[in-house]
């Protein structure tokens, strides 16, 4: 085996576990979780209480944040901070980049004479100014207007970071430009939940409730990775320059024996995952369920769903965990959506609902849904959304990584449909037609095994095939990529489906006039609604098989749009009637919108050419090397042996098509942008993807002949099954 591949085989297999593990029993987990949150139980014992209760308003019920609270609320929280050991803090941002971004600030303050004293004011609290120069804008500022703003967001709590030489106050913020213009995925994603409360409460307001409470979006979104040994990761510069591999030959065994799914989490990986789930304990993210997933050295991890806006900020704390908790074990953990061909790919499920104290779950049907109008209402107004705006809901899951998997056996097609499954698809059927006779029962299930008892039976099964689907109380959107923030989602379906419940509560007061306490009126104007939504929207309902062909050509048929790559589907971002949308809700204005389009599409012409150079760089001084060594070793043996060898001819063929190869992809690149960003993205599809896969074809069938000691890449049975 060739030296480098031989030594990261043995130092992966002769890990040794670390020597102090986390002990559960001298912190159990229930007094563990959120021991370094600044939460409401913190607030309330530490803070005065008008400030409390002014900060309680705030998160509880929408109001606008009272800013003279800010001094109390900064000198409680850098004592608590202090106390628990941290010596600075950081506005914790999410640029356009996708990632994390913070600025850490010291406590300490000179004050002379040699002296220093701790100082955080609530100032300091409520804005910080980082530099904004070099972060994404799509044209909404020139690079020498560097000035940004990050903005306290008090509905997500603040939270200590831990490192081994010290701690960091962590304060979850929105990023602005100096011209207010939103350079971030929060500030958009706050906007959309106060959109979709203002038009639930009109809705809520029809059904009884006088005087409702905050309505949120809630969301959990189930987090699909990869783990590898890092001497592997460190050998091959496609995975550590562009996470995925751009070469690589599929191995014996894949994931058709479906021997991992659910498996036995074997004892390193289940150490790594023990201390991540610790680590995220501290900081309040509920996770809940850990799993082998289908494909070799895949993995899950999935939260309790919360509020949306804390439900993001936690995702971007789970992806930061899982990394760092990895190296630990001399792992990496792989967040990109497809890391290795021909094996299943990484997704992020994001369950999404809508929730209101006093009230709860909007989207619980109960055991007879038929008779739920409220619910049904809820129901209707995501189809209708989902329908109408299936185009930007495409939009929201559009980049480089996410296009190798969506459409796969492996992911929901970029065909945007919505399973309802069997008991409520037969209660809107009923809707249709009219008449409202019941609901379908679940039952039990009897196994035929006499010490076991029945198990409660669902009304009807589960669709792992359908980009959006009903899972009994909420909603799951299954196309999310696993490297993505889920605010670009969270902010799409908000925005949609408060456009949906406008519409649908605007009839209702066309409908009804003052007339709110005329219960059949009411009842005949819900019916009418849901007939009418029903009718205009139930192409988008679909139970089937979400991979099949057949589903694809009914598809288009019923004339849902299949946006099948990124380029095409990031340019409904910019469609006049979605640009309209965003407006009148406040959620991103016009340039605000026409500012993403630029930054997404350039992001995937980055991604690509980034992609191209390292192919052709490991093409030429990696591989090639590799071809021509066994080349000139086959042709000096057949010389001398003076026989004919259908090795040395197929050898022979192929390091000639590397070349070819490797001279069509510097082609390729060497295209000079042009003035549109769109005309950019797809010339990198229709020409650079290509002939990256070209060259691809080729290295692979060399990697199936040339001997182990000559080829230099670590394979895909070592890095997959090597743990």
Not at 232 to 253: H, S, V
Not at 368 to 373: L, V
Not at 693 to 717: C, F, G, M, N, T
């Amino acid at each position: 085996m060739n030296q480098a591949r031989q030594a990261a085989v043995s130092a992966a297999a002769h890990f040794k576990s670390i020597d102090k593990p986390n002990n559960f029993l001298q912190v159990p987990i229930n007094d563990l979780f959120g021991t370094n949150v600044f939460n409401e139980t913190v607030m309330k014992q530490r803070l005065p209480r008008s400030a409390f209760k002014s900060l309680e308003r705030t998160i509880k019920h929408g109001e606008s944040l009272d800013p003279s609270v800010a001094d109390a609320v900064a000198a409680v929280m850098k004592d608590w901070a202090i106390e628990k050991g941290a010596t600075h803090y950081a506005h914790v941002f999410y640029p356009l980049t996708g990632l994390t971004a913070e600025k850490h600030d010291s406590f300490l303050a000179p004050v002379g004479e040699g002296i220093a004293i701790t100082e955080f004011l609530g100032s300091a609290l409520i804005q910080g100014e980082p530099d904004a120069s070099s972060f994404p804008h799509g044209g909404i500022r020139t690079t020498f207007e560097a000035r940004g703003y990050t903005a306290w967001d008090v509905t997500s709590p603040a939270y200590i970071l831990e490192n081994p030489n010290g701690k960091t106050l962590c304060i979850p913020t929105s990023f602005v430009s100096w011209t207010g213009d939103a350079l971030d995925k929060k500030t958009p994603l706050l906007r959309s939940m106060q959109a979709l409360n203002k038009q639930a409460q009109r809705i809520l307001k029809f059904f009884g409730h006088a005087n409702p409470n905050l309505v949120v979006s809630t969301a959990g979104a189930e987090q699909e990775y990869f783990l590898i040994d890092r001497n592997f990761y460190f050998a091959r510069p496609d995975l550590y320059i562009a996470n995925r591999t751009l070469f690589g030959t599929e191995p014996p065994k894949g994931q058709e024996f479906e021997d991992q799914y659910f498996g036995t989490i074997p004892e390193r990986i289940l150490a790594c995952m023990l201390e991540t789930e610790h680590e995220l304990y501290k900081i309040g993210v509920p996770v809940k369920t850990r799993h082998n997933e289908v494909a070799p050295s895949q993995y899950e991890l999935a939260p309790v769903y919360e509020n949306a806006n804390v439900a993001t900020d936690h995702q971007h704390l789970i992806m930061l965990t899982l990394q760092r908790v990895a190296q630990k074990y001399d792992l990496v953990c792989l967040l990109h959506e497809k890391p290795f061909r021909g094996i299943n790919g990484s997704g992020k499920h994001l369950n999404w609902s809508m929730s209101c104290s006093g009230i709860g779950n909007l989207l619980e049907p109960g055991q007879t849904p038929h008779d739920n109008a409220q619910f049904l209402v809820f129901c209707a107004a995501v189809i209708r959304a989902v329908h109408k705006y299936s185009k930007l809901l495409r939009v929201t899951i559009a980049h480089a990584g996410n296009d190798h998997r969506l459409g796969a056996n492996e992911a929901p097609p970029a065909i945007i449909s919505i399973f309802l499954g069997d008991m409520l698809t037969d209660v809107f059927e009923q809707i249709e037609q009219g008449a409202i006779k019941g609901s379908k029962l679940g039952g039990s299930l009897t196994v035929g095994v006499s010490t076991l008892p029945p198990l409660p039976k669902h009304s009807g099964d589960r669709n792992r095939t359908s980009p959006f689907a009903f899972t009994g109380d909420k909603f799951e959107f299954r196309a999310v990529g696993s490297n993505q923030s889920i605010a670009g989602p969270l902010v799409v379906l908000n925005t949609i489906v408060a456009e949906s419940l406008d519409a649908i509560a605007t009839t209702l007061e066309n409908e009804l006039g003052d007339s709110h306490t005329d219960q059949i009126k009411f009842n005949k104007a819900v019916q009418k609604i849901l007939q009418k939504v029903i009718k205009e929207h139930k192409a988008v309902i679909f139970n089937g098989d979400g991979y099949s062909r057949a589903w694809h050509e009914e598809a288009e048929n019923r004339g849902l749009p299949n946006l099948r790559n990124t380029v095409d589907a990031l340019a409904e971002l910019i469609n006049e009637e979605n640009i309209r949308l965003f407006e009148k809700y406040n959620v991103l204005s016009e340039r605000e919108t026409h500012s993403r389009y630029e930054i997404y599409m350039d992001r995937y012409c980055k991604d690509i050419n980034t992609e191209a150079h390292l192919c052709l760089s490991m093409a030429k001084q990696i591989i090639a090397p590799a071809g021509y060594r066994y080349l000139g070793e086959l042709a000096a043996i057949v010389s001398s042996a003076k026989f004919k060898s259908l090795t040395l001819s197929k050898m022979t063929e192929l390091v000639g098509a590397l070349e070819q190869s490797i001279a069509k992809l510097e082609k390729a690149v060497s295209y000079e942008t042009s003035v549109s960003v769109l005309q950019d993205a797809q010339y990198y599809r229709d020409q650079v993807i290509p002939a990256m896969e070209d060259l691809r074809h080729v290295a692979d069938q060399l990697e199936k002949i040339v001997p182990d000691d000559l080829w230099p890449l670590p394979s895909y049975r070592e890095m997959l099954f090597i743990k």
